[in-house]
């Protein structure tokens, strides 16, 4: 079993950072592939970004690629996905995913989520 709390989420205007953090407890969180999904209201959940075991191979959805990064401390079972030049089509509930595999394939374990709003 894994354990995912995320948090960071909050009220930002249109063009602000923030970085949201997923704490990891449970399985190996080194040898975890770890992603990012959101899901905005109304929508079906979709994928932010992933990173493998090692931060060695990174994907991220081209809605926003240059803008999000997402990085990992294996040291601190921490995965973070820093944001900036955030627009009103990022406000969603941002969820922290685990797989049971080196690399990214499906999220076994998630998180509760962490609510992002960006206002105009």
């Known amino acids: 079993q894994v354990q995912l709390v995320e948090s960071g989420g909050g009220l930002v205007q249109a063009g602000d950072s923030l970085r949201l953090s997923c704490a990891a407890s449970?399985?190996?969180?080194?040898?975890?592939?770890m992603a990012w999904f959101r899901q905005a209201p109304g929508k079906e959940r979709e994928f932010v970004a992933a990173i493998s075991w090692s931060g060695g191979r990174i994907n991220y959805a081209d809605s926003v690629k240059g803008r999000f990064t997402i990085f990992r401390d294996n040291a601190k079972n921490t995965v973070y996905l820093q944001m900036s030049s955030l627009n009103t089509e990022d406000t969603a509930v941002y969820y922290c995913?685990?797989?049971?595999?080196?690399?990214?394939?499906?999220?076994?374990?998630w998180g509760q989520g962490t609510q992002v709003t960006v206002s105009s």
């Open positions: 995913a685990a797989s049971e595999t080196m690399y990214w394939t499906r999220g076994n374990y």
């Open positions: 449970g399985r190996t969180f080194s040898s975890s592939a």
